[in-house]
């Protein structure tokens, strides 16, 4: 494929002070370029004229914006040496160019002018005789200019190699786990583990002042409480505590205890703009933790440790006998947690309790907690289906740390149901905190005053189009695998439904009662798995992100409609700014109005909590290519194609290149747990085919089947091979290609996969 691309701008050449235009010709290996613009040489009215040569493109310069449109219309449309018009493409339309590189030109001429003219100088005063010593002294300037160059030529090599060497390359020996954090993650995104003088002094006189802030005579003891925290397993920053009873009226008592940031951290203090410089978050890693607080908060002062009295933001809420809401109250006091658990001791709890067994946790001062947290959490989530609710019955896949191998590896963590109890309770406190908050700020108003100043979490509905795309998909799968009835589902306009289907597909595949016990029900179970994994993908991507907002809105796939964050105060400093508001909110101070520098500390919380998720998003997108390098490049280092491994998976998507997505095959492995892309182009390359769509759903290029175009000269391929939604598939290696990926400054490195049915 040949391209033309002509950019809008205009400038002055230096040569002849004539208006030039100059063309970005993309190079190919099937066609000379350079060789059909020489026919251009001898007219005058074109005088193309090649000013740069790289090994990818190639700059031209034309006489007036005429003799480039000419030049670009000879490329479209004709038959040009051989190559058919369907495999030009002229990508932008002709316009002028400032020729930027005349101004770079003309300042490194300025600049080693300059330069000359000092030595010169410099050599004239010093020593004026001869004209040998005049030559002997022009030599030694090209010789330093010589030099110069070399020197910046090392140091160009030099930063390549440094970029070269920020991720390992494939068929190395594996690094260390603690040489890659520190090399491609502390060092690239500029993490720091330690924190400065000043903040540490500061947090150590914070610390010992008050008891640490025990003796403040407004805070009231709930230390008779059996708090207990939930956490997982290697957990050390503590920030959550629960105490459940049942009620009197045949319902419930929550007291949810948070570790209280506000006291730490007031706003504007050393720690809280040392926190916001730092990312406004903690960042988690394998193996690794950056905090947000110093370690003698975050795991000691601050955590709610066991067996140790800390000061907490408490929320004592009041549930009726199906845990609906009834009151909610909010303080400031002292707690003491009695039992440091975890998901998984308390999951081996339940099952010893559901079989009868005795257990160490029975008869324990938190026991009837423990007991309470299973009561609640599952009625917390019949509510919440019930709300319809989005949820993916999705595995937990991630990245752990192999002790045996001492190195990572994908694995598939297993979910408790203990977590999901925990998780509603966390939903609970931060949906029934917004409400309040959001109490707050509109009494506030009515009296004329501004000082709570409220961060939500908030989420849009889908876009209709994108609901009507996964509306048609699955009526194509249906079709296609002959499913049941079941999966259909025929209601896009009304997108609060989405959870409700979701849901009844996962209770389908969920109960074996359904299925028969022959092949053919077990084949059929497979299938119908098969097809809510691509089903569950698409609902993900056609769910809008969330994001932290100033005002009260909708948060979509909980179904409520407000929610902020409260329950991670030493993990997000939004939630210490969260305990700041309701703070002032209950306790307002004497000013009555909030000047600018109060909104713009807000916006710059909400930016700053913005970036630090796309920041854990890119830590995570760096360790998964880590364990990529380490697994699929032992593929790369065998020499014979065949001889590598296979991988069985199955396509979740596929994307035709519609609005600015790239054609795309996503394959999911089955053995790792991991998401595989595969670049239509590759295989189109790879067997000297075409595949086309019998259809594009969306304005997105979503589509279910894709075939190979019939082609005599395709090699390796079956004319009639058929690439489906929810198939069955084998994945290999079959290249691996340095910055291979992206375009312009967007490249990365890229593994060329191979997909053949099962």
Request: aromatic letters at 8%; proline letters at 2%; one cysteine or more.
């Amino acid at each position: 494929m040949a391209s033309v691309v002509i950019n809008n701008n205009s400038s002055e050449s230096l040569q002849d002070e004539k208006k030039i235009f100059v063309g970005r010709v993309k190079l190919s290996k099937d066609f000379n370029i350079i060789n059909y613009f020489k026919k251009y040489e001898d007219n005058d009215k074109v005088q193309p004229k090649i000013i740069r040569k790289s090994h990818r493109y190639l700059i031209i310069q034309f006489s007036s914006i005429a003799a480039a449109r000419n030049a670009i219309s000879d490329l479209n449309g004709k038959t040009i040496e051989g190559l058919s018009t369907r495999n030009i493409k002229v990508e932008g339309f002709v316009r002028q160019q400032a020729n930027q590189s005349d101004n770079n030109t003309n300042k490194r001429k300025k600049k080693n002018n300059n330069r000359n003219n000092k030595n010169n100088s410099s050599s004239s005063s010093s020593n004026d005789s001869t004209s040998s010593n005049n030559s002997s002294n022009g030599n030694s300037g090209s010789n330093s200019n010589t030099n110069r160059n070399r020197r910046k030529n090392r140091r160009k090599k030099i930063k390549k190699l440094k970029q070269a060497n920020e991720r390992l390359p494939v068929g190395s020996p594996p690094q260390t786990v603690a040489t890659f954090l520190k090399e491609n993650i502390l060092k690239k995104f500029n993490l720091k583990l330690h924190f400065s003088k000043e903040t540490n002094k500061f947090v150590e006189k914070l610390c010992s002042e008050n008891n640490g802030g025990l003796n403040d005579e407004s805070l009231v003891d709930f230390t008779k409480r059996p708090y207990v925290t939930i956490d997982n397993d290697n957990s050390m920053d503590l920030d959550q505590a629960m105490f459940i009873e049942p009620n009197k009226n045949d319902g419930f008592f929550v007291s949810y205890a948070l570790a209280d940031g506000y006291y730490y951290c007031k706003s504007n203090s050393k720690l809280f703009n040392e926190a916001l410089m730092r990312g406004g978050s903690s960042f988690y890693m394998p193996t690794m933790c950056v905090p947000m607080f110093p370690r003698l908060l975050s795991e000691d002062k601050m955590s709610l440790n066991q067996d140790v009295i800390r000061r907490a933001l408490i929320f004592d809420i009041t549930l009726d006998d199906k845990a609906n809401v009834l009151n909610t109250e909010c303080s400031w006091g002292k707690i003491k947690s009695l039992w440091k658990g975890s998901y998984r001791r308390t999951q081996e709890y339940y099952d010893a309790i559901d079989q009868g067994k005795k257990h160490e946790l029975l008869n324990q001062p938190y026991t009837e907690t423990l007991d309470m947290l299973r009561v609640v959490g599952q009625l917390r989530r019949r509510l919440a289906r019930d709300r319809n609710v989005v949820e993916y019955n999705r595995e937990k896949c991630g990245v752990a740390y192999n002790e045996e191998s001492k190195q990572l590896q994908f694995r598939v963590f297993k979910q408790y149901k203990t977590e999901l109890y925990n998780e509603q309770i966390s939903l609970l406190c931060n949906m029934e905190g917004a409400k309040l908050m959001a109490k707050l700020n509109d009494d506030e108003k009515k009296q004329g005053r501004n000082n709570v100043q409220p961060i939500f979490r908030t989420q849009k509905a889908p876009n209709q189009g994108q609901l009507d795309t996964l509306v048609k998909m699955i009526q194509q799968m249906v079709e296609l695998y002959q499913l049941d009835k079941v999966f259909l589902w025929e209601n896009s306009k009304d997108g609060v439904k989405l959870g409700k289907y979701l849901k009844n597909l996962h209770h389908r595949l969920d109960a074996d009662n359904n299925y028969e016990n022959n092949d053919s029900g077990i084949e059929l179970r497979k299938k119908e798995r098969r097809a809510l994994m691509a089903i569950d993908r698409q609902a993900m991507v056609t769910n809008v992100s969330a994001h932290f907002e100033t005002t009260r809105s909708q948060h979509f796939s909980l179904k409520v409609d407000s929610y902020a964050r409260f329950s991670s105060p030493m993990r997000e400093l939004v939630g210490v700014y969260t305990h700041e508001q309701l703070y002032e909110g209950i306790h307002p101070p004497k000013k009555m109005k909030v000047d600018k520098l109060d909104i713009a500390l807000r916006d710059k919380i909400i930016q700053t909590a913005e970036g630090a998720k796309k920041q854990q998003k890119r830590i995570g997108g760096t360790v998964h290519k880590y364990v990529m390098d380490q697994f699929f490049g032992k593929d790369v280092l065998i020499k014979r194609k065949q001889d590598r491994r296979r991988h069985k998976g199955c396509i979740i998507g596929i994307d035709c290149g519609n609005f600015r997505r790239s054609r795309r095959i996503y394959v999911r492995l089955y053995s790792p747990p991991l998401i595989v892309k595969v670049e239509l182009a590759d295989l189109e390359g790879m067997y000297n085919t075409k595949f086309e769509t019998n259809g594009v759903l969306g304005r997105y290029g979503t589509c279910v089947e894709i075939h190979a175009k019939n082609n005599s000269n395709a090699k390796g391929v079956d004319n009639n091979l058929t690439l489906t939604v929810g198939q069955n598939v084998v994945v290999q290696v079959y290249d691996y290609i340095k910055n291979g990926g992206g375009g312009g400054r967007r490249k990365y490195d890229k593994y060329v996969f191979n997909v053949s049915p099962v």
